[in-house]
């Protein structure tokens, strides 16, 4: 990871890098994302008031991102075994606040309970622990999660999906770039609203595929997903760059 290189590439973001400095470095890997039109509509139902739906030519989109993570660390400390690498699975929005889009998540599960339990206390992060798999076999990513978290919706997710086009870099202005071009997420503890910050080089992205059996992560929070194909990309790496909270008025 080249930390230098990272925050020198700045051109494909939509607004400037955080003032402040970054205090925390993850690698994420074998990423998936699934994505699927949603009326705004329901959307706007399930997102905070405080927050305005983002669109796409007239859509909202409903994200569903398998990947598995290391090295995630504070700045200045190395790695821990045992902890700084786990599988993650996403259930995400789209959002804008004062003009800056971002992400919302429902939820994230993790293989690790230690992760879990500080990102929701220190993120206000809808974090849930699971009892996750991701399993690479030739050019096929095996993937499997259930749920474990204590007083939590039930969601399962088992799927197989590999790229099968070579890496492009999404076209400023287009969809591939509106879903994942992201560099905030936004998040709320009570009536408060927050902004978290990220960074990375922009995603080198490949058509993929996908083969489930089972996939509750969506209906786990009430959202029904459309009975049609998602739309897939996947990357292979992104070395990403995470900021503090910062608390934004809420209205």
Not at 204 to 212: G, N
Request: charged share 20%.
């Amino acid at each position: 990871m080249d930390i230098t290189d990272i925050l020198h590439t700045v051109h494909h973001r939509t607004y400037p890098l955080p003032h402040s400095p970054w205090i925390m470095v993850q690698s994420w890997h074998e990423l998936l994302f699934e994505h699927w039109p949603i009326a705004p509509e329901i959307m706007r139902t399930l997102v905070p008031a405080c927050l305005e739906i983002d669109t796409f030519e007239r859509n909202a989109w409903i994200g569903v991102v398998p990947f598995h993570m290391s090295g995630v660390r504070p700045r200045g400390i190395p790695p821990s075994p045992g902890i700084s690498a786990f599988p993650e699975l996403n259930v995400r929005t789209y959002v804008v606040k004062n003009g800056m889009s971002g992400v919302y998540f429902f939820s994230l599960d993790a293989d690790n309970p230690l992760a879990v339990a500080l990102a929701r206390s220190l993120f206000y992060l809808p974090y849930f622990n699971a009892r996750m798999r991701s399993r690479r076999v030739d050019d096929t990513i095996h993937y499997t999660s259930v749920r474990t978290h204590r007083n939590a919706p039930a969601a399962e997710y088992r799927a197989r999906y590999r790229a099968i086009a070579p890496v492009v870099w999404a076209r400023p202005g287009s969809l591939e770039a509106w879903l994942t071009e992201r560099y905030a997420l936004y998040t709320t503890a009570g009536s408060q609203l927050y902004r978290g910050d990220i960074h990375h080089l922009p995603w080198p992205l490949q058509v993929a595929e996908i083969e489930v059996e089972c996939d509750t992560m969506a209906l786990s929070h009430g959202i029904h997903l459309p009975d049609t194909a998602p739309l897939l990309h996947y990357a292979q790496r992104q070395d990403v760059l995470i900021w503090p909270l910062r608390r934004i008025p809420a209205h």
